[in-house]
């Protein structure tokens, strides 16, 4: 809609929101999430990865949710759907590595997965290769965001995002030639 409202066209809101979603803190996480198992290879090396990754201070991606903090109810879905899809496929390695991975970051950390932790096994083992998992979410949502930029252009209003300046106060400008 931001985009929308500065009367650009729909193709490059569409983009927008393509752009927005792809990070890896929101619907890239899926893939950060399969990336990580394939880093991990086998269940028998989550520990040693998790030290490490806990060591190098390093995110993993598909835990936590900025709004269910209580734990995502989407998650508990897909994580029977992952079982089932990883055992009929045969990848069952796929979802005791993310399982083995839950325990040992839930153990350590508190920390619970999301709708992208469990995703990554189940559209993995059903063939969805991990350059696709962003766009299998685009798919899903595409015709949302088109249904809202119509809205918007109907009774378009400039949409201004207000931000509140955090970082250092008024500071003395140095010439170039002086610094």
């Excluded at 045969?90 to 992208?116: C, H, S, T, Y």
């Excluded at 249904?147 to 918007?152: C, G, K, M, R, V």
Aim: glycine content about 12%; overall charge positive.
């Amino acid at each position: 809609r931001v985009i929308s409202s500065t009367l650009s066209d729909m193709h490059s809101a569409v983009v927008g929101g393509i752009g927005a979603i792809k990070g890896p803190l929101h619907g890239g996480a899926g893939e950060a999430v399969m990336l990580t198992l394939k880093e991990i290879g086998k269940v028998e090396n989550v520990d040693a990865f998790v030290e490490k990754a806990f060591a190098e201070k390093r995110r993993l991606m598909g835990f936590g949710h900025r709004v269910y903090r209580a734990g995502d109810p989407r998650a508990a879905i897909l994580r029977g759907l992952a079982e089932d899809a990883c055992r009929q496929s045969g990848q069952q390695m796929w979802f005791e590595m993310a399982v083995k991975l839950f325990e040992r970051v839930n153990r350590a950390k508190g920390l619970i997965p999301n709708v992208d932790f469990y995703s990554a096994p189940l559209w993995y083992s059903i063939g969805i290769p991990v350059d696709l998992f962003t766009p299998v979410i685009v798919a899903g949502r595409i015709a949302g965001w088109t249904a809202h930029l119509l809205e918007q252009y109907q009774d378009n209003r400039l949409i201004r995002p207000r931000g509140q300046y955090t970082g250092p106060g008024r500071r003395q400008f140095v010439p170039l030639e002086k610094r």
